[in-house]
């Protein structure tokens, strides 16, 4: 599963995968701005069929907390 959420994580952000690693912070790192915050949580939402708020994504910094906030969520 964590595979897959960085491999959608660099689709999403229009990153290379490489760059993708958990300790990665989302904006300062990847580039995770406002829009591709929401478009991310529908992305993450799709893939594994939980409900991430904007609330929720405001308070995930790295890649590692995407995937706990999904392992806890699934």
């Known amino acids: ?3 897959s959420i960085q491999v959608l994580i660099a689709q999403n952000l229009g990153v ?3 760059r993708v690693t958990e300790g990665a912070r989302l ?5 995770m701005d ?3 915050s929401v478009e ?3 992305a993450l939402d799709e ?3 939980t409900e991430t708020t ?3 994504m405001e308070e995930l910094t790295t890649v590692q907390d995407i995937i706990q906030y ?3 969520a699934g």
């Open 27 to 31: 904006r300062e790192d990847l580039g």
């Open 34 to 36: 406002e829009i591709s």
């Open 54 to 56: 904007e609330e929720d």
């Open 70 to 72: 999904l392992q806890r």
């Open 16 to 18: 290379d995968e490489s």
């Open 47 to 49: 893939l594994t069929g």
């Open 40 to 42: 991310l949580a529908m």
């Open 1 to 3: 599963m964590t595979e």
